[in-house]
């Protein structure tokens, strides 16, 4: 399987990304090299290797989850310029619900 620039355009512009040619270019060259490894490795064959979920022999490098009381709504929105309903409002980034408006 192949990419193509057209493919990597489409992405970039549902990503709001905007790429000169060079870069579209290189983008899909890399993107082109990145899929090839991929298929490679769906060749490999893992038959009789066993499942490893972890790698070494801790179980858990995380601090304990422990409930912390957090700071008032009315806090943390004195420093926020705009808010609407309790909530802070924030620029749109989509026009009338629509990608790539």
């Known amino acids: 399987m ?3 620039k057209e493919e990597i355009q489409r992405v970039a512009q549902l990503s709001k990304l905007t790429f000169s040619d060079a870069d579209l270019e290189l ?3 890399q993107m082109g090299k990145i899929i090839a490894m991929m298929e490679k490795l769906e060749n490999v064959d ?3 290797v066993p499942f ?7 179980v858990s490098v995380l601090r304990e989850d422990n ?3 957090g700071e ?3 806090e943390l929105l004195k420093n926020v310029p705009e808010t609407e309903d309790g909530f802070i409002k924030v620029p749109a980034i ?3 619900g629509e990608v790539g408006a």
């Open 27 to 29: 983008y899909t060259e």
């Open 67 to 69: 409930v912390l009381t």
């Open 94 to 96: 989509m026009d009338n």
């Open 46 to 48: 893992t038959e009789g």
């Open 2 to 4: 192949s990419i193509t």
């Open 52 to 58: 490893t979920s972890n790698v070494t022999e801790r």
């Open 72 to 74: 008032s709504r009315e």
